[in-house]
């Protein structure tokens, strides 16, 4: 027993970190309209299932594989810029509560059409560079977790280059700080909207692309990877960009651990059970700033 | 015994003192007046004594009873009200019910007999409906008294805070710039209502920018500056002071 | 004292004894009587969404709650209805009152989270517990049977809503003009103004919150014992969506406005079967049209439009 606890602890470590990677994804897309827009976005987890989707559509209609990624990376992006056009900046001075189910709305929508064209079926696609495992001291990684990690790990480096070297991320920052001041100084905060949900759709696609070799897609899946890239982007702290890729991977991990050691079939109570304890102590998640109301 | 006594105050925000070492007392039934240059810590000491803020360091006692840290709803009990700066009035609400809910210490609030409409209820209800339409009258909005929150200008709120204030019944009322964004003849009006309140027994803490108004009806002031205790004594004496006119000239340093 | 707030109540009332002899049948009847149960619980979450101004994401747990409660104690534990019933009310009450105090110091969209992470988290647990609550099958319920009398039948079920949602109504209208409601709406206009003037404002959002969700809980009890199934779906995520989008739909802080939100949004599904397929689509499509040309709900507009508040 007491050699046997490592190679299976690792093995949870890996699969946590595997799909935490995915959640970390997802949770930069919320954050990331969430600075632009002050909007929890409902429909990010549909930009998770179109990428997996549209890819499974794209190869079976006899497209190459790097064509179908793209087209599937691309695909969402663009239903993200939709849903900023006609349905967020329409309602732009509505309350949160309004908001929320405005891009609950935009999900049924996507999840509806995905349906009626794509139909209920689970599908999958072969991984990127086949399964044979790899073992690491006694435990075994699939070389799609590799992918998960190592595209991952490119696009929050890619992420962290665009807001802290280009003028584009800058102003997308300086938006998230201050929208008047940022317009004041001539920024174009329409464009910084655009570029915003743009990325979070792709973002959400990438995550989705990835993970279809792991855990299988259908039209349905959104719903609970949106809810805990949500999760993780509030460990995070909302508006955190380094917050959400540690929330997101916390998640991960903490889900993998408790379905391995405790009972896999409450799985998905446990992130939900984390955010609770979480925010009971730290009511802006292990980030986020502490603002002070001024009367 | 002051009615109120604030000894060695100080509140710190992130390093920076916005209010250090403030010391006064106010006596029951006059007005006193806590002025100063723009960020002098004129609303941070209000915030404090109001249990807005919890002090970094110091007392506040209210009739002896030491109130420092005591959260806001607590100290309504304790007979103190207030207004704010920046608006805070219930914009879901009609003028009249933002006035009623300053009575809220004084009614039964259970949520049943409220649900079932206990005639009791319904009788105190319709009572504070008259009372609260007077309280308006007395503020100058008897043009308002059907109107709803959202409806009214700036001026107009302005009053309806110190009515709700009011309907409070509070034996100290603190009155956070009640003439800031007025015209002249709406300060005037507040000026002479800030008389009638005090005369009928309220004690009135003010925090102003009109000189005028201040001087004119303040038996007592406070001027602070950079967070700390300038002078105090009557409208007199703080104009006659040297330190008090170097900050208001800006000479100093 | 204007009787005007009334008005509504009366008009609802006369429509209620008249419906059931103009529906052609029993399918009608039933949607009627969804449609009551749904105003009755979208009432209690207005006075919570609405007037308090807390967001919760999470609701439908509550009505799971009640409604396996009635289930689970009466077919397993052979409880009578009414004492299953009460327990479940209880058990919401708890679970909210013990909650309430860490989630209320949260705001805006960490409530959000907080609220539908609880919802969630009961879903799961119902979906789970398949020994007890029969898992992802669902349950059966026993008729509801108060003493030796029981309830049978579409018709005495219509007039039994009939008269909980009326009680709901009269009740709601009340509550919102006395002064635990006007310190309720007083802290959502603005917290720190009614702190100042003596409301406690944790002890009132601890008060509307377990009032609603035991609310809920009673009335997912009815739906139980009514329909005379639970299948889980009464306690997840988009049940919780469906609640929220009655309130904003019919408008928030609008008595009326839950009755009229409940009412379009149970017939909606029902007027969008004829879509073959493309009723998801459509549903969400008129969720966001709704939103975006009325953001503050179909009563609160029309209203403004025709010059009242």
Redesign the interface.
């Known amino acids: 027993m007491n050699g046997e606890w490592l190679p299976q602890f690792l093995q949870f470590l890996f699969s946590g970190i595997t799909v935490g990677a995915a959640y970390a994804l997802a949770a930069l897309g919320f954050t990331l309209i ?1 600075n632009a827009s002050n909007v ?1 976005n409902f429909a990010q987890g549909e930009f998770i299932m179109l990428g997996g989707m549209l890819t499974v559509f794209f190869l079976q209609s006899g497209m190459p594989m790097p064509v179908a990624v793209v087209l599937a990376i691309f695909i969402p992006a663009l239903v993200g810029i939709l849903i900023e056009k006609l ?1 967020i900046e ?2 732009k ?10 891009t ?10 995905v ?2 064209f794509l139909g209920k079926g689970t599908h999958s696609f072969p991984a990127f560079s086949g399964s044979e495992p790899i073992a690491i001291a006694g435990a075994t990684l699939l070389p799609q977790s590799l992918w998960v990690l190592g595209v991952a790990a490119l696009v929050v480096a890619a992420l962290g280059w665009f807001f802290s070297r280009t003028l584009m991320g800058k102003a997308i920052l300086a938006t998230s700080y201050n929208r008047l001041a940022a317009q004041l100084v001539g920024i174009n905060t329409s464009r910084v909207l655009f570029i915003s949900y743009a990325l979070s759709g792709a973002l959400g696609a990438i995550g989705g692309i990835l993970l279809t070799p792991l855990t299988l897609t259908s039209y349905d899946v959104g ?1 609970m990877l949106g ?1 805990k890239g ?2 993780a982007a ?1 460990v995070g702290g ?1 508006g955190s960009g380094l917050g959400a890729v540690i929330g997101g991977l916390l998640v991960g991990i903490i889900e993998a651990m408790g379905a391995g050691y405790i009972s896999s ?2 799985k ?2 446990i ?3 984390l ?2 304890v979480i ?2 102590f730290m ?3 292990l980030f986020g700033s502490k603002v002070t ?1 001024r ?1 | 015994m002051a009615l109120l006594e604030v000894s060695n105050l100080t509140k710190i925000f992130g390093g920076v003192r916005a209010v250090q070492n403030v010391s006064f007392a106010v006596e029951a039934g006059i007005v006193y007046s806590v002025i100063g240059p723009n960020g002098a810590g004129k609303t941070t000491l209000f915030n404090l004594i ?3 803020y919890v002090p970094s360091e110091g007392q506040i006692r209210l009739d002896g009873r030491d109130i420092a840290g005591v ?3 607590e ?3 304790f007979g ?3 207004t ?1 700066q920046n608006l ?6 009609t003028a009249l ?2 006035v ?6 004084r ?5 049943f ?5 206990f005639p009791s ?2 009788r105190r ?2 009572a504070l409906r008259e009372e609260a339409a007077e309280l308006m009258r007395l503020v100058g909005l008897e043009a308002f008294i059907d109107a ?2 959202d409806a009214m200008p700036y001026g107009a709120l302005k009053r309806l ?1 110190i009515a ?2 009011l ?2 019944k509070p034996r100290v009322l603190f009155l956070d710039e009640p003439a800031a964004g007025l015209n002249p003849k709406e300060t005037s009006e507040v000026d002479i209502l800030v008389r009638k309140v005090a005369d009928s027994g309220v004690t009135v803490v003010l925090v102003e920018h009109d000189m005028k108004m201040v001087m004119n009806i303040s038996d007592q002031i406070l001027v602070l500056d950079y967070g700390r205790k300038l002078a105090e004594g009557s409208a007199a004496e703080v104009r006659r002071n040297p330190d008090v006119i170097a900050a208001y000239l800006g000479t100093h340093q | ?1 204007p009787r005007s707030r009334f008005t509504g109540l009366i008009v609802i009332a006369v429509v209620l004894a008249v419906l059931p002899f103009l529906l052609p049948n029993n399918f009608y009847l039933d949607l009627a009587i969804r449609m009551m149960i749904n105003a009755c619980i979208v009432l209690g979450l207005n006075l919570l ?1 609405g007037f308090a101004g807390q ?1 919760s ?1 999470g609701h439908a747990g509550f009505v799971g709650i009640g409604a396996y409660a009635s289930a689970v104690l009466t077919t397993h534990y052979s409880w009578s209805p009414l004492a299953a019933m009460l327990a479940g009310a209880l058990g919401a009450g708890v679970l909210a009152a013990l ?1 309430a105090r ?2 209320f ?2 705001k ?3 409530l ?3 609220t ?3 919802g ?2 009961i879903s ?2 119902v979906r ?1 517990e398949a020994a007890l609550t029969g898992g992802p099958d669902g349950m059966p319920v026993p008729a509801l049977a108060l003493f030796s009398f029981e309830i049978s039948g579409e018709k005495q079920w219509y007039w039994v809503l009939s008269g909980i949602l009326l009680l709901s109504l009269w ?2 209208l ?2 919102i ?7 309720l ?2 802290l ?3 917290e ?10 944790a002890k009132y959002k601890l ?1 509307i919150f377990v ?1 609603s969700a035991v609310f809920a809980s009673l009335m997912g009890s009815v739906t139980a014992h009514y329909v005379g199934f639970v299948t889980p779906n009464v306690a997840d ?1 988009f049940h919780s ?1 469906e609640l ?2 009655m ?2 739909i019919g408008g ?2 609008s008595i009326y406005g839950s009755v009229i939100g409940a009412v379009l949004l149970t017939a909606l599904p029902q007027a969008l079967t004829g879509f073959e ?12 049209f709704c ?2 040309f009325m ?1 503050k709900g179909l009563v609160p507009t029309l209203a403004a439009k025709f010059g009242r ?1």
Request: aromatic share 6%; proline share 4%; charged share 10%.
């Open positions: 969430y929890i349905a329409p309602a001075n509505a309350e949160v509560t309004t908001l929320i189910i405005i609950i709305g935009a999900s049924l929508v996507i999840r509806g059409v349906q009626v719903i809810l949500f999760v509030v909302l079939a409450y998905d109570a992130p939900f059970g955010i609770l925010l009971f009511p802006r998640g109301d009367v | 109001t249990g807005i959260a806001p709803h100290l309504a009990r103190m009200a207030r704010f805070q009035v219930c914009m879901n609400m019910e933002n009623m809910v300053g009575a809220h210490l009614l039964d609030r259970n949520l007999k409220g649900a079932l409409r209820i319904a209800d319709a709803h929150a805070e709700r204030a309907a409070a | 004292m969404i967001i994401l909650v860490p989630i110091k949260l805006g969209h960490y959000a989270m907080a539908l992470g609880l969630i988290i799961i647990i789970n009740a709601s009340n509550l003009n006395s002064p635990f409601g006007r310190a709406r007083a959502h206009g603005s720190v103004a009614s702190q100042v003037v003596g409301v406690d404002v008060a009032f995520f969506i929220v989008t309130v904003v928030m802080a397929g493309w009723e998801t689509v459509a549903f969400g499509s008129i969720l966001m939103m975006i953001p508040r």
